[in-house]
């Protein structure tokens, strides 16, 4: 099945702890997209990377990092810098001019 | 900046109407748009893409216009049912600049049919 995956479903973390959202498509797209989503806010962009080995900032890259080594991986490493994590973190990718696609979404919490 | 509002925020309406979402963005220099929706908890899924050079497209039930000068598009969904039930995103994506290759959200509609 070409598709999104996102894992893991659920992530804890503990406050000063660095984490990372894995981000895999099959779908041989070149670009890929990392969204934060809060209730009452929408989706807001973090990082996008256009082809491997190059991304750019989005909205609020603050806190986060990225990584585009293969073009079906496109992990998001949560800093202890991000001073407000918890939220739905939600991975996508197309194809220039096509169709954007989703992945399932990982939910974080900082206990 | 690009910014996308969609009205209403919500909507709630019994099973059979035919029902009509606005969108309307600030910059018309996009790319094209695209309409998602989203149960909760889950990812989003796409529903239609409508080119720039397009007026519109239809998908089932679903069929969405746009307006490029005015800014605007409309989702219009035939017939509903309850199981259409779930918050529908419009995104525009860029054509120039700082915005090529970016998609901007709407805060989107939540969607409610009640049988």
């Known amino acids: 099945d070409g598709g999104i995956t996102q894992s893991p479903k659920y992530l804890f973390r503990k406050e000063g702890q660095n984490v990372t959202l894995s981000c895999e498509q099959n779908?041989?797209?070149?670009?890929m997209y990392w969204y934060r989503q809060d209730p009452g806010q929408g989706l807001r962009l973090i990082y996008y990377?256009?082809?491997?080995?190059?991304?750019q900032k989005g909205d609020i890259a603050e806190g986060y990092s990225v990584s585009r080594e293969k073009k079906e991986s496109f992990p998001l490493t949560v800093t202890s810098a991000q001073k407000n994590p918890t939220a739905f973190y939600l991975c996508?990718?197309?194809?220039?001019?096509?169709?954007?696609?989703f992945g399932p979404g990982t939910r974080l919490t900082v206990l | 900046k690009q910014e996308v509002t969609q009205i209403p925020a919500a909507l709630s309406v019994p099973e059979g109407e035919n029902l009509v979402l606005n969108c309307s963005f600030t910059d018309s220099a996009i790319y094209n748009l695209q309409w998602f929706r989203q149960d909760p908890g889950k990812g989003l899924t796409s529903l239609l893409l409508?080119?720039?050079?397009?007026r519109e497209q239809t998908s089932g039930r679903l069929n969405a216009s746009l307006d490029k000068s005015s800014g605007r598009s409309t989702l219009y969904i035939a017939a509903s049912q309850p199981g259409d039930s779930a918050t529908y995103l419009c995104a525009v994506w860029g054509d120039r600049g700082s915005t090529l290759g970016r998609l901007y959200f709407g805060r989107g509609t939540q969607l409610t049919v009640w049988p």
């Open positions: 990377s256009q082809i491997v080995n190059d991304f």
């Open positions: 996508a990718s197309r194809d220039p001019g096509q169709e954007q696609f």
């Open positions: 779908l041989n797209h070149d670009a």
């Open positions: 409508i080119q720039s050079s397009q």
